[in-house]
C-alpha cells in the first residue's frame, strides 16, 4: 500500500526540482539585462528589479581588448614620458600651428590604429569628480586619450599615477557665455587631432558623470553613424532673439540655431570645426554680450555645413532644467541614489543607428563635489563599472 504513495512523493519532488532548473536556467540567462536594488522599507527588504535599455543587450561590435587591470595604475615610466613629451611639444607650439598641423590630418587616411575616444574636459579648475572618472577609466588604457583645458591661473597638480596628470593642454582664460569658450573647445579639438588613433571627441567639464562603464561608452560612440550635436531653432528672445543682423549674408537668421554646448564629434566634424574660415570669423565678431557664442556657433556650423542625416541632432549629456533660469540644477550629495542613477541612465527618447529606444544619454551634469563619495559608492555598482 506504501509503495504507490513512494511513488507520488519522488515523482513530486522531481517535478518540484524541474521547475525550479527552469526558472534558475531562465534566471541565468537573462541576469545581464537586470540591474537589482536592495531596498528596506518599513524593516522589510525587497529586490528592486529594472530592465536596461535594449541597445545595452547586444555586445559590441567594436573589438575591445581584455581589460588589463594592472595597466591603469601602473604605467611604465616610458609611456608616462612620452605623453609629458607630446604636450610639451604641442605648449611650445603657437596656436596657429596647432590648427594647421590638426587640420592637415584627413578624417580617414590609411587609418589602421586601434580607435581612440579623446575625452575632453573643459574646467575652471581641477577635474573635481576625478576618481570617478579614475574608476571608469580603469582598465582600459589605449582605447582612451584625455585632455584637459582649465583656467591658466590654476596651478594644482594632479597624483602620479592619474589619467589626468600632465594632459592640461596650454590654456587661456574662459567666461561664461563669452566666444572664448569656443574657443577653448576649439583647442581642445586642435590638440586631440594631432593624435591619429583618436577617432571620437566628446566634450566634457569637471561637473560631468559617464552613466554607463567605459566598454559600453566606447562601444556607443564608435558603432554610432551619426554626430552627437544637438540643434534647433527657437524663436523668442533666447533663440532668434540673439541673432546680430550683422551676420547676414553669410548667416542669416532663417539658419541660427540654438543647442547644448556638450557634443560628440566624429575627426570629420571635429577636423571641419577647426578648420572653419567661413562662419567662425562671422561669430568671432559679432557674437558678443547675450548672444551665448557656445549655445549657437556650433548648432549653426553643422546646419550650414549640410550634416543632415549624419547627425543624430542631439546631445549625449543630460542636464534638469526644470527649475528654470540661466543655469540647468546642480546636483548636492543627498540628490544621489541608485534610483536616481537608475532614472538617468533610461531618461529620454531617441533613435540610435535608425533604431527607437534604447540608450539616450551617455553623462550627465551638474554634480558638485560634495556627491563624489556616493558616486563612488554607487556608481560601480549601478553603472556596472567591473564589467
Known amino acids: ?190 590638440n586631440a587631432l594631432l593624435d591619429s588613433s583618436n577617432q571620437r571627441f566628446v566634450l566634457l567639464s569637471e561637473s560631468c558623470i559617464p552613466l554607463y562603464n567605459f566598454s559600453t561608452v566606447y562601444s556607443y560612440l564608435l558603432n554610432s553613424s551619426q554626430t552627437f550635436v544637438e540643434l534647433y531653432d527657437l524663436p523668442g528672445a533666447v533663440g532668434r532673439g540673439r541673432y546680430n543682423p550683422k551676420m547676414s549674408p553669410t548667416i542669416r537668421i532663417h539658419q541660427w540655431r540654438k543647442g547644448s554646448q556638450w557634443f560628440a564629434a566624429d575627426r570629420r566634424l571635429a577636423i571641419e570645426i577647426i578648420s572653419d574660415r567661413t562662419y567662425w570669423p562671422v561669430f568671432r565678431r559679432y557674437c558678443n554680450g547675450s548672444c551665448y557664442a557656445d549655445e549657437h556657433y556650433l548648432p549653426t556650423f553643422v546646419l550650414m555645413r549640410e550634416f543632415g542625416r549624419r547627425n543624430a541632432n542631439r546631445t549625449l549629456t543630460w542636464v534638469d532644467w526644470s527649475r528654470g533660469g540661466p543655469h540647468p540644477a546642480k546636483f548636492i550629495r543627498t540628490d544621489v541614489t541608485p534610483e536616481f542613477l537608475q532614472r538617468l541612465r533610461a531618461a529620454g527618447e531617441c533613435e540610435y543607428n535608425g533604431r527607437k529606444g534604447g540608450v539616450c544619454f551617455l553623462f550627465a551634469r551638474k554634480f558638485t563635489e560634495s556627491t563624489l563619495t556616493r558616486l563612488l559608492r554607487f556608481a560601480p555598482r549601478v553603472m556596472m563599472f567591473d564589467r
Open 1 to 190: 500500500m506504501g509503495c504507490p504513495h513512494q511513488i507520488l512523493t519522488v515523482f513530486s519532488f522531481l517535478a518540484f526540482f524541474a521547475f525550479g532548473l527552469s526558472i534558475g536556467i531562465i534566471f541565468c540567462i537573462n541576469y545581464k539585462t537586470f540591474s537589482f536594488n536592495l531596498q528596506v522599507t518599513n524593516g522589510q527588504f525587497s529586490i528592486v528589479t529594472a530592465k536596461l535599455p535594449q541597445e545595452l543587450e547586444r555586445p559590441p561590435t567594436v573589438p575591445i581588448p581584455i581589460p588589463d587591470e594592472t595597466s591603469h595604475s601602473n604605467a611604465t615610466e616610458s609611456d608616462g614620458d612620452r605623453r609629458r613629451e607630446y604636450l610639451d611639444e604641442t605648449r611650445e607650439m603657437n596656436y596657429a600651428e596647432i590648427f594647421r598641423r590638426a587640420s592637415r590630418i584627413l578624417p580617414d587616411s590609411d587609418f589602421r590604429e586601434v580607435p581612440k575616444v579623446a575625452f575632453m574636459f573643459l574646467t575652471k579648475g581641477p577635474v573635481i569628480l576625478a576618481p570617478l572618472w579614475e574608476e571608469f577609466f580603469k582598465g582600459y588604457r589605449g582605447l582612451y586619450s584625455v585632455y584637459v583645458h582649465c583656467d591658466p591661473g590654476y596651478n594644482g597638480s594632479e597624483p602620479e599615477g592619474s589619467v589626468f596628470r600632465g594632459r592640461r593642454i596650454h590654456s587661456q582664460r574662459v567666461d561664461w557665455g563669452k566666444v572664448n569658450m569656443v574657443e577653448a573647445e576649439r583647442r581642445l579639438l586642435a
